[in-house]
């Protein structure tokens, strides 16, 4: 089990289109990833509902964990992704 | 705005809030509502009753068919739609929701009942979180509608394609479903939910579209039914009588009547009372062009901004302020600063944990939080302003002391602009409009907003209406408070809630010392010829008899009273 911790980045928080480029990303490396609030319990990182359900604040520190050979590569891109603001990127 | 008859029920006739005052007959288009499927209803596959693997199998077709029609809408859409599509795809494309509700089949469960189940869960957690994703919630109800009808092969649910001109009718329109409506084809709007300051309210007041909201029981009315929808009375009479049908019909008569004058809004005795225009889009600006409105009194922004996931550059917002400025050369317009937060939360401002929205960070009060946003509107809109030649006047909703005026008008004069000013719709304003004044050079009055927090009631909540009601005396007090500080100060005070509408309350604030109204375009010709009957001296007459009333009914009676006759007949008042 591979582990990251990083603080959001993006302004609005883990909303809106900062959380549906994330679950894309998530989605898209084909590795099951979960997200945990400090303290919360982890649910699936590639599901835009439970994303957003976890109401991340911009700032706030979010876990990462994952399993499998791939762990720690899609895990270092999730995480670069994080730490940038989503928001601020053009559509 | 009308409030809600409080009579008993008459049969064939149903009432709720009215926008506007127009009139209209015509079939009802109902918007094809929530699939009625009891959670346990089998699933038939060529007539026969599937579970398991057979029903997984269906169930995740609906869901990928579902995603694939939503995301093909979103790419014929454009703006704000095309954004609100994209999520709503998104949610019905989520493997977490796929998965929890193909489980719970596998394991036995009927098939709505799984859906539901999985649904109920996720939209327990927006509720619990609050804010922007509790709104969230109806495109995830919209999701799991679309997802049971075409599971159980029921038709998609929706807006109906109109082949003749309707009354369409909805327990509640998203502002997606409002957006893809043929508007050519629509009479009124009339919902079951909603609330008479909501997004849907408020569009169809900008098109000038009569529209009722909390109309109980009218989703119940049968597709194609002939209906005549009175904005004025909030009034929904089913097969209505010749009668009704004919006085519908005169009134409209009288309103075309009444548009012919076009002349600048003034008393009897001349005294100049500007009419303007509400508006929320440089769309509207433009509609709004080709009337005998003498500007905007109010200009939305947040209308931009609703729906956007993300804040719009300063470089975008400075093409959609000069659009509505070219639009309306050297006519004044005041525009709004963004108001987010309460009934209207925005994806990036909102702040998602707010307890009691109302009462939070909303409007100016964003600077706290949000300086930048502020910062960059204003920005924006001298920049609009160079790149035009038109300079519009500037202010800022939810000011609740001098010391937020001053604050607002030092941030908009550092920007260049010339007229700043600030809305008094929170009663402290209303009580130091003195004060308020002396930092900025003119106040609009936000009637909506001044009710709700006078009278402590929720502007959303239908059954409170009576409290909402812009007679109430206290709210009276208090515009009345506010106009004397502007004949005081020698300032403009103008009046952009729904109550500047009402030609009988437009009096009356003239009478108190209002000098502009803003209103819904469709408003201004029966305010303009209310006016037009009435010396300043009656109307200050008026607003004497309607302060010294002990309630809004008396207040409203009393006035009514002492009308000019002629406009009594005419307004149908």
Same mark, same amino acid.
């Given at each position: 089990?591979? /582990?990251?911790?990083? =603080?959001?980045?993006?302004?609005?928080?883990?909303?809106?289109?900062?959380?549906?480029?994330?679950?894309? =990303?998530?989605?898209? %490396?084909?590795?099951?990833?979960?997200?945990?609030? %400090?303290?919360? /319990?982890?649910?699936?990182?590639?599901?835009?509902?439970?994303?957003?359900?976890?109401?991340?604040?911009?700032? /706030?520190?979010?876990?990462?964990?994952?399993?499998?050979?791939?762990?720690?590569?899609?895990?270092?891109?999730?995480?670069?992704?994080?730490?940038?603001?989503?928001?601020?990127?053009?559509? | 705005?009308?409030?809600?008859?409080?009579?008993?029920?008459?049969?064939?006739?149903?009432?709720?809030?009215?926008?506007?005052?127009?009139?209209?007959?015509?079939?009802?288009?109902? +918007?094809?509502?929530?699939?009625?499927?009891?959670?346990?209803?089998?699933?038939?596959?060529?007539?026969?009753?599937?579970?398991?693997?057979?029903?997984?199998?269906?169930?995740?077709?609906?869901?990928?068919?579902?995603?694939?029609?939503?995301?093909?809408?979103?790419?014929?859409?454009?703006?704000?739609?095309?954004?609100?599509?994209?999520?709503?795809?998104?949610? $019905?494309?989520?493997?977490?929701?796929?998965?929890?509700?193909?489980?719970?089949?596998?394991?036995?469960?009927?098939?709505?009942?799984?859906?539901?189940?999985?649904?109920?869960?996720?939209?327990?957690?927006?509720?619990?979180?609050?804010?922007?994703?509790?709104?969230?919630?109806?495109?995830?109800?919209?999701?799991?509608?679309?997802?049971?009808?075409?599971?159980?092969?029921?038709?998609? *649910?929706?807006?109906?394609?109109?082949?003749?001109?309707? +009354?369409?009718?909805?327990?509640?329109?998203?502002?997606?479903?409002?957006?893809?409506?043929?508007?050519?084809?629509?009479?009124?709007?009339?919902?079951?939910?909603?609330?008479?300051?909501?997004?849907?309210?408020?569009?169809?007041?900008?098109?000038?579209?009569?529209?009722?909201?909390?109309?109980?029981?009218?989703?119940?009315?049968?597709?194609?039914?002939?209906?005549?929808?009175?904005?004025?009375?909030?009034?929904?009479?089913?097969?209505?009588?010749?009668?009704? +049908?004919?006085?519908?019909?005169?009134?409209?008569?009288?309103?075309?009547?009444?548009?012919?004058?076009?002349?600048?809004?003034?008393? $009897?005795?001349?005294?100049?009372?500007?009419?303007?225009?509400?508006?929320?889009?440089?769309?509207?600006?433009?509609?709004?062009?080709?009337? $005998?409105?003498?500007?905007?009194?109010?200009?939305?922004?947040?209308?931009?901004?609703?729906?956007?996931?993300?804040?719009?550059?300063?470089?975008?917002?400075?093409?959609?302020?000069?659009?509505?400025?070219?639009?309306?050369?050297?006519?004044?317009?005041?525009?709004?600063?963004?108001?987010?937060?309460?009934?209207?939360?925005?994806?990036?401002?909102?702040?998602?944990?707010?307890?009691?929205?109302?009462?939070?960070?909303?409007?100016?009060?964003?600077?706290?939080?949000?300086?930048?946003?502020?910062?960059?509107?204003?920005?924006?809109?001298?920049?609009?302003?160079?790149?035009?030649?038109?300079?519009?006047?500037?202010?800022?909703?939810?000011? $609740?002391?001098?010391?937020?005026?001053?604050?607002?008008?030092?941030?908009?004069?550092?920007?260049?602009?010339?007229?700043?000013?600030?809305?008094?719709?929170?009663?402290?304003?209303?009580?130091?409009?003195?004060?308020?004044?002396?930092?900025?050079?003119?106040?609009?009055?936000?009637?909506?907003?001044?009710?709700?927090?006078?009278?402590?009631?929720?502007?959303?909540?239908?059954?409170?209406?009576?409290?909402?009601?812009?007679?109430?005396?206290?709210?009276?007090?208090?515009?009345?408070?506010?106009?004397?500080?502007?004949?005081?100060?020698?300032?403009?005070?103008?009046?952009?809630?729904?109550?500047?509408?009402?030609?009988?309350?437009?009096?009356?604030?003239?009478?108190?010392?209002?000098?502009?109204?803003?209103?819904? *375009?469709?408003?201004?010709?029966?305010?303009?010829?209310?006016?037009?009957?009435?010396?300043?001296?009656?109307?200050?007459?008026?607003?004497?008899?309607?302060?010294?009333?002990?309630?809004?009914?008396?207040?409203?009676?009393?006035?009514?009273?002492?009308?000019?006759?002629?406009?009594?007949?005419?307004?149908?008042?």
């Amino acid at each position: 089990m591979s /582990e990251r911790t990083v =603080a959001v980045a993006s302004r609005v928080g883990l909303h809106a289109r900062p959380a549906m480029i994330f679950t894309q =990303a998530v989605a898209a %490396s084909g590795v099951p990833v979960t997200i945990a609030r %400090s303290g919360g /319990e982890p649910v699936d990182a590639g599901s835009i509902l439970f994303v957003m359900s976890l109401g991340v604040p911009s700032g /706030e520190e979010v876990t990462l964990a994952a399993d499998g050979p791939d762990a720690d590569r899609v895990l270092d891109e999730l995480v670069e992704l994080l730490a940038t603001d989503l928001d601020a990127e053009t559509p | 705005m009308s409030v809600a008859d409080a009579g008993p029920q008459v049969q064939g006739e149903l009432h709720g809030v009215g926008v506007g005052r127009r009139g209209v007959v015509g079939p009802v288009a109902q +918007v094809q509502p929530v699939p009625a499927v009891a959670a346990d209803a089998p699933l038939l596959v060529d007539g026969v009753a599937v579970t398991g693997a057979d029903a997984q199998e269906v169930v995740a077709r609906a869901f990928e068919d579902v995603a694939a029609a939503l995301a093909d809408a979103s790419s014929r859409a454009t703006g704000t739609v095309r954004d609100v599509l994209a999520a709503t795809a998104q949610m $019905a494309d989520d493997r977490a929701l796929r998965s929890g509700v193909l489980t719970r089949i596998g394991a036995g469960e009927p098939v709505v009942a799984a859906i539901d189940g999985v649904v109920d869960m996720f939209a327990a957690m927006f509720v619990q979180a609050g804010g922007y994703l509790a709104e969230r919630v109806t495109d995830l109800r919209s999701v799991r509608d679309r997802v049971v009808a075409r599971a159980m092969g029921l038709p998609a *649910p929706g807006v109906p394609e109109l082949t003749v001109p309707s +009354v369409v009718v909805a327990l509640d329109l998203a502002p997606a479903d409002t957006a893809a409506l043929d508007l050519d084809k629509v009479l009124a709007i009339v919902t079951e939910l909603g609330g008479p300051t909501g997004h849907t309210a408020i569009i169809a007041g900008q098109l000038g579209l009569p529209c009722l909201v909390r109309v109980a029981g009218v989703t119940g009315l049968d597709d194609g039914i002939v209906v005549a929808v009175d904005a004025a009375t909030g009034t929904v009479t089913v097969e209505p009588s010749p009668d009704l +049908v004919d006085a519908l019909a005169r009134r409209a008569e009288v309103e075309r009547a009444l548009e012919q004058d076009t002349a600048p809004g003034a008393t $009897a005795d001349g005294k100049a009372v500007a009419l303007l225009a509400n508006i929320g889009t440089a769309a509207d600006a433009e509609r709004v062009a080709t009337t $005998a409105a003498e500007g905007v009194g109010l200009f939305r922004t947040e209308v931009l901004f609703l729906e956007a996931s993300t804040e719009p550059t300063v470089e975008e917002q400075t093409a959609a302020y000069a659009a509505a400025l070219r639009a309306l050369p050297g006519r004044k317009v005041v525009v709004r600063t963004l108001d987010a937060g309460a009934d209207k939360p925005l994806a990036f401002a909102t702040q998602p944990d707010e307890e009691n929205p109302a009462l939070g960070v909303r409007g100016y009060r964003l600077v706290r939080t949000n300086a930048d946003l502020v910062e960059h509107q204003l920005e924006a809109l001298a920049a609009a302003q160079a790149a035009t030649g038109e300079a519009p006047w500037v202010m800022a909703p939810m000011i $609740a002391t001098a010391d937020e005026a001053r604050d607002f008008a030092a941030r908009a004069r550092a920007h260049g602009i010339a007229k700043v000013g600030v809305m008094v719709e929170v009663p402290s304003a209303a009580l130091r409009a003195h004060e308020v004044l002396r930092e900025v050079d003119f106040v609009s009055l936000g009637t909506n907003d001044l009710a709700q927090y006078t009278m402590a009631t929720d502007r959303l909540r239908g059954e409170l209406a009576d409290l909402l009601d812009p007679w109430q005396p206290a709210v009276l007090d208090l515009v009345a408070a506010t106009a004397h500080a502007g004949l005081e100060t020698g300032k403009p005070v103008g009046v952009c809630g729904e109550s500047a509408s009402d030609p009988v309350l437009a009096l009356v604030l003239v009478g108190l010392g209002v000098t502009s109204l803003s209103m819904s *375009p469709g408003a201004l010709p029966a305010v303009r010829y209310a006016l037009r009957r009435h010396t300043s001296a009656q109307c200050a007459t008026l607003a004497v008899e309607a302060l010294a009333a002990p309630s809004a009914a008396a207040a409203r009676a009393a006035v009514v009273e002492n009308l000019d006759p002629e406009v009594r007949t005419t307004l149908g008042v």
